[in-house]
């Protein structure tokens, strides 16, 4: 009995490892980006197109991501961060300038996104895709002004026990610190003692603290959230009672962009890749898989209808200057959040 | 109604035993049935489709993660078990002897921190190796994994060891049986069921082992659960439903397999 | 800790117990300890020297010694006037509940194991490993998905609700998720085979004699249960609740999906110092504080389950 099922063990570790560990061959570009984040048909048109074999790793957050890359001895070429740690990648010298000679699609980045805070001039990096986080509301339930923080905040009757708010520590502070008047990654005490005291007196209200599945929103398992844009025009794709809302009190806007590491074992072919996504076709697929705009000139032709004016895609005008970028807060502010975070969350 | 008198019965365990089963089954049911749900919705129930098997198939890093998942589970939960085995017979039916107690504590620390520390743990100390050594392959997950996996096969084994009285092995000795073929003849017959829930959990350990394996991982390393990871603050498709399913299918062919194998021998 | 070996092991051992035994024991140990060293233990040592360091600015530490981390797990220094320092409320709180929850799992999976692992170890020998198949089966799926699943039970439109609103039982959905119920019920789906998987290794081995033994002497069933059977597969039940025990203090996936996650599990807590509140030494001196709790928590555990039997030996 066992002997025949070691052999069987050996037989098929033997099959398996063939294909396990191919990873490191000749003409292969490693990406390491969000999950569920690149869609495979463009890394196969990227092959068609160089011969250059693609190879995709997931991470699920920007620390993960920064810790893993600053270590070393990753065979990464390419990381994805967002606009807020992007100073700190740059700073550290983890990734390298573009090489313009490389990178001609350059000029298709659309001039608002070239002079942008976290990388003036776009020296290292060009933009995979951007969008905001706001609130997602059943409308079916609740019928008020949606654009405004008190949805999770201070929540209509109708809402109130119904809604879910995501664990991301910085979204939810930096969101309670726009209602409460103040600037992002504050220290001013006062500001945040309202706050603490907003947030510890909402809680009550919410049901959940979870990123809430976009069908627990479509199956009406959950009422009202902190959401982002994408995922919330998959929920609307489902359920179309509920309809996404931009705070008016301000909220955070984002971006993930694309970098060659310093230490990419293959940094033509990364280069070509940066250079590849810049094509407006090419990121429309990445828009159209991930439900989120992309900062490419000229993509809109290839967008999915649905995308295409979407509300949740195309920010009302009255309410554009009340997103902003969201930062990387300074050591002291985050030991502040981080405090009131465990304290809300005790 | 006349009952036998089973001297095995215990009141009420059978229909607890049963109340388990179905409760571990109802959410699996659930999982296979949408699995062929026409709808992108785990929610609602729009018709028969094949549709998310092919789009499993079609999806290569799908493919290529379900792959590696059951390659590293395999091969870390094998070399778990045969270390816990040693492990445990060094350990167990003897008497005291120096340095037990550390062996105890270092066998069954893996379980005892969170699965975040020992991965940033282990990130710094194998990114240090990566560097100097240069070599990036799957050699840190499967000795990751292995470490995790040990205490959970050591455990049953060891439970297996102190409940076996070791008459058979004096008799076969008295019989000038040598301690190896004593071991394979007699003990290791006795502790196969033990070796056997070790393979198990240690398969299913690392099935599972997630924070970890993000830590770890290389360039084109992606665990199943690494991936599922990043679909966890985006959208779960039923993809996911069909590629669990197929799981679920291996295990049973495994199971058939095992069972069809083991028929012939006895 | 040393008592895990099981102190009735050495009544039972014949086999010859001297040095060139004990040298034996080590050369058998030691490709296991290998391994551990290399790939669990050794690189612990980075987490004991980075709780006496100082943070880095975004993430990572930076080389000046500080007992900062490891005062802020018992204390708190308030956010608006950072002369008051108190205990640190919210750290011990979160603490508690992560423990009395794997304890509350524990024992449900107790409940639901020892009988299950019973019915296994008694059903004909040809089936037996059928069954404990069918214990691992659905393991075979991942935690997530399997989490998703149980989710889609127990939520409001789920199959549990929408049988019993069909049939007539009820009228408006049982809320059922985010609940403590939820949490329970994911906790021990996880953890079962934990359970039952030592136990039955456990019992397998047991001497139907003992059994025939004790209702010649006219015990009852409960009687056979707690004064043979209990005691016998004591080792199998030990390595279970331990197996069970300690995984789920480190535990959060699950509280957050099936109970919603408003209130942080420990594992939330330490996850949240090394990702987004960058405090490494903070992070790093919390998970030494639970290592401390549980290995104390299983030192009381074994030396408590063991005096008990002492009398029936001595």
Same mark, same amino acid.
């Given at each position: ?16 490892? =063939?294909?396990?560990?191919? =990873? ?5 570009? @490693? ?16 092959? =068609? ?12 957050? @920007? ?26 990648? #740059? ?51 609740? *019928? ?9 905040? @201070? ?21 309670? #610190? ?9 220290? &001013? ?32 398992? #959950? ?35 694309? %970098?060659?590491?310093? &230490? ?5 072919? %990364? ?45 009302? *005008? ?12 300074? =050591? ?15 | ?185 007699? $003990? ?24 970890? $394996? ?8 992606? $665990? ?43 | ?50 709780? !006496? ?17 490891? !005062? ?7 956010? !608006? ?67 998703? /699943? ?26 059922? +998720?985010?609940?403590? !119920? ?12 934990? +359970?039952?998987?030592?136990?039955? /290794? ?16 006219? /015990? ?95």
């Amino acid at each position: 009995m066992t002997r025949s099922a070691f052999r069987l063990t050996l037989m098929s570790l033997a099959v398996m490892s =063939a294909s396990i560990t191919a =990873a490191n061959a000749q003409g292969v570009l @490693n990406l390491y980006n969000w999950g569920n984040y690149t869609p495979p048909e463009l890394l196969e048109k990227f092959t =068609a197109e160089t011969g250059i074999r693609v190879t995709l790793t997931d991470f699920d957050s @920007n620390e993960t991501a920064l810790t893993r890359v600053r270590q070393g001895g990753h065979g990464f070429d390419i990381v994805v961060p967002s606009n807020n740690v992007i100073p700190v990648w #740059i700073e550290e010298g983890l990734i390298q300038p573009l090489d313009l000679s490389v990178v001609t699609n350059f000029d298709n980045i659309a001039p608002q996104w070239v002079d942008v805070p976290f990388d003036p001039g776009r020296e290292y990096t060009v933009p995979w895709a951007w969008g905001t986080t706001g609130v997602i509301v059943n409308t079916s339930l609740y *019928d008020g002004d949606i654009n405004t923080s008190d949805i999770f905040l @201070n929540p209509p009757p109708a809402l109130q026990g119904r809604v879910n708010v995501i664990p991301e520590m910085s979204d939810i502070i930096t969101m309670a #610190i726009y209602a409460a008047g103040g600037e992002s990654c504050t220290t &001013d005490r006062d500001v945040l003692r309202t706050v603490r005291d907003t947030l510890v007196s909402a809680k009550q209200h919410w049901i959940a603290m979870d990123y809430g599945t976009v069908d627990a929103y479509a199956a009406g398992d #959950i009422g009202a959230g902190v959401y982002w844009n994408g995922a919330s025009m998959r929920a609307r794709l489902q359920n179309s009672d509920l309809a996404y809302g931009y705070p008016q009190e301000g909220f955070p806007v984002w971006m993930d962009n694309a %970098a060659v590491l310093t &230490d990419a074992p293959n940094p033509e072919a %990364a280069m070509k890749f940066i250079n590849f996504i810049l094509e407006p076709e090419h990121a429309a697929m990445i828009s159209n898989y991930a439900r989120y705009s992309n900062g490419i000139l000229g993509s809109e032709a290839y967008l999915d209808p649905e995308m295409k004016g979407a509300p949740e895609i195309d920010v009302p *005008d009255a309410l554009v200057g009340a997103g902003r970028f969201s930062e990387s807060c300074s =050591a002291e502010a985050t030991n502040i959040y981080t405090q009131i975070w465990t304290e809300l969350l005790q | 109604m006349a009952r036998d008198f089973s001297i095995n019965r215990l009141p009420g365990f059978a229909s607890v035993a049963i109340l388990t089963f179905f409760l571990l089954y109802l959410p699996i049911f659930t999982l296979v049935v949408f699995s062929f749900n026409e709808a992108a919705s785990m929610s609602r129930w729009e018709g028969f489709s094949l549709k998310w098997y092919e789009a499993a198939f079609q999806n290569r890093q799908v493919r290529d993660v379900s792959i590696r998942s059951l390659w590293l589970a395999a091969t870390a939960a094998s070399f778990a078990t045969i270390l816990a085995t040693l492990a445990a017979l060094g350990t167990t039916r003897t008497s005291k002897f120096k340095g037990q107690t550390m062996i105890y504590a270092l066998i069954n620390q893996p379980l005892m921190v969170p699965e975040i520390v020992t991965g940033v743990a282990l990130l710094i100390f194998f990114a240090a190796i990566k560097v100097q050594t240069g070599y990036t392959g799957m050699g840190y997950l499967v000795a990751a994994h292995t470490a995790f996996c040990i205490p959970f096969a050591y455990l049953p084994i060891r439970a297996r060891l102190e409940t076996m009285d070791n008459t058979l092995e004096i008799a076969a000795a008295d019989l000038y049986a040598g301690p190896i073929k004593t071991f394979v003849h007699i $003990t290791l017959p006795l502790l196969l069921p033990g070796i056997f829930a070790g393979l198990m959990l240690g398969f299913v350990i690392s099935l599972d082992a997630v924070v970890i $394996t993000e830590f770890v991982k290389s360039a084109g390393q992606d $665990t199943l659960p690494t991936y599922m990871l990043g679909q966890l603050r985006r959208v779960v498709t039923p993809e996911m439903n069909a590629i669990a399913t197929l799981f679920l299918l291996l295990s049973v062919l495994a199971v058939t397999i095992f069972f069809v194998l083991s028929r012939k021998r006895a | 800790m040393d008592d895990m070996a099981g102190n009735k092991t050495e009544q039972a051992t014949e086999i010859k117990e001297t040095p060139k035994r004990h040298l034996w024991n080590w050369i058998l140990c030691a490709p296991a300890l290998t391994v551990l060293v290399f790939a669990a233990s050794g690189p612990l040592l980075i987490v004991l020297v980075y709780s !006496f360091l100082a943070p880095g600015s975004f993430g990572g530490i930076t080389w000046s010694f500080s007992l900062e981390g490891w !005062f802020r797990v018992f204390f708190s220094r308030d956010i !608006f006037d950072p002369e008051i320092v108190s205990l640190n409320t919210a750290h011990l709180t979160i603490f508690w509940r992560s423990i009395s929850l794997s304890l509350q799992t524990t024992i449900i999976c107790a409940i639901l194991g020892f009988p299950t692992a019973w019915f296994i170890a008694t059903r004909p020998q040809h089936t037996r490993n059928i069954w404990l198949f069918l214990i691992t089966i659905p393991f075979w799926t991942n935690l997530l998905i399997r989490t998703f /699943a149980i989710q889609e039970v127990i939520r409001n439109q789920g199959l549990i609700n929408t049988t019993l609103i069909r049939f007539g039982f009820i009228d408006t959905p049982i809320q059922m +998720m985010y609940t403590d !119920f939820a949490i329970f019920l994911g906790m021990a789906y996880v953890f079962l085979p934990l +359970m039952v998987l030592p136990l039955y /290794a456990a019992m397998d081995k047991l001497d139907i004699r003992y059994l025939e033994a004790g209702y010649d002497l006219y /015990a009852s069933r409960w009687q056979v249960l707690r004064h043979i059977i209990l005691p016998l597969v004591k080792p199998g039940f030990i390595a279970g609740s331990i197996l069970v025990f300690i995984p789920s203090i480190g535990a959060y996936v699950t509280p957050r999906l099936l109970g919603g996650g408003r209130s942080m599990m420990l594992g939330n807590l330490i996850e949240l110092q090394f990702g987004q509140g960058r405090n490494w030494p903070l992070g790093s001196a919390l998970a030494l504080t639970m290592l401390v709790l549980v290995v104390g928590a299983l030192v009381l555990y074994i030396r408590t389950v063991n005096r008990e039997e002492e009398p029936r030996h001595g």
